[in-house]
């Protein structure tokens, strides 16, 4: 069974610039998360998607982040413009539902803002 | 608002010797309690989940306990070999179908 695919795995931009980060879930998983992983800490959720519909969106700072699972498979997450702080790994995760069902990972994209 | 502790950030051990790794939460009103492990430059892999009803999970050389009432949880690693050195994050959820607030992470380093 694949695993969640994310592109691109790396991507460095300047502050101001806009980026795009794509994912692809392990087939069949009705829920998508994306999380950001700054340096030295834990995930923190950005968003959760149930099939296309937002779930939980509290800590998406939406004066500049963006994201959409228009046909409830995959997803991108965009962020416009850039700030230094936003640099840090963005996971993306599934699961067959939002209950307890166990979270499956990808391997994230590292994006550095210079 | 839960905040998930993971004291200390970093721990090597030589190969061998038995890992304890500890994790504290603020609000014991969780619905459940996940292990994982996560190398470098890859994403989080699950290692172990204890229901709010549960004291303990195993798995092989792993064991996780959890006391809700002082908002503790240990993962304990027997026998530790280098191929365990890895970042290891606990996270709780406060309800089923809520979102899993992670502590910073545990960095071990096994030494052969």
């Known amino acids: 069974e694949a695993g969640v695919a994310q592109s691109p795995r790396y991507k460095i931009i300047e502050k101001r610039q806009s980026v795009a980060f794509w994912c692809n879930p392990i087939?069949?998983?009705?829920?998508l998360y994306w999380y950001q992983q700054i340096l030295g800490q834990g995930p923190k959720l950005l968003i959760q998607?149930?099939?296309?519909?937002?779930?939980?969106d509290s800590q998406l700072p939406k004066d500049r982040f963006s994201a959409e699972r228009l046909k409830g498979v995959d997803s991108t997450l965009k962020i416009q413009p850039a700030k230094l702080e936003d640099s840090a790994v963005y996971l993306c995760?599934?699961?067959?539902?939002?209950?307890?069902?166990?979270?499956?990972f990808g391997p994230g994209t590292r994006l550095t803002v210079l | 608002k839960q905040e998930v502790t993971q004291i200390p950030a970093a721990l090597s051990v030589p190969e061998g010797e038995n890992l304890v790794l500890n994790c504290s939460f603020t609000?014991?009103?969780?619905?459940?309690l996940q292990w994982f492990r996560q190398d470098p430059g890859k994403g989080l892999t699950s290692l172990l989940l204890?229901?709010?009803?549960?004291r303990e999970q195993t798995s092989g050389r792993l064991n996780a306990s959890l006391d809700k009432s002082s908002g503790r949880s240990t993962l304990y690693i027997a026998a530790s070999q280098p191929g365990d050195s890895a970042t290891y994050l606990c996270?709780?959820?406060?309800?089923?179908?809520?979102?899993?607030?992670f502590g910073g992470g545990t960095r071990v380093l096994v030494k052969p």
């Open positions: 998607f149930q099939n296309n519909g937002v779930v939980d």
């Open positions: 087939s069949g998983h009705a829920t």
């Open positions: 995760a599934s699961s067959q539902n939002s209950g307890t069902d166990t979270q499956y």
């Open positions: 996270a709780t959820r406060k309800a089923a179908g809520n979102k899993l607030t």
């Open positions: 204890i229901q709010s009803s549960q």
């Open positions: 609000d014991s009103a969780i619905y459940n």
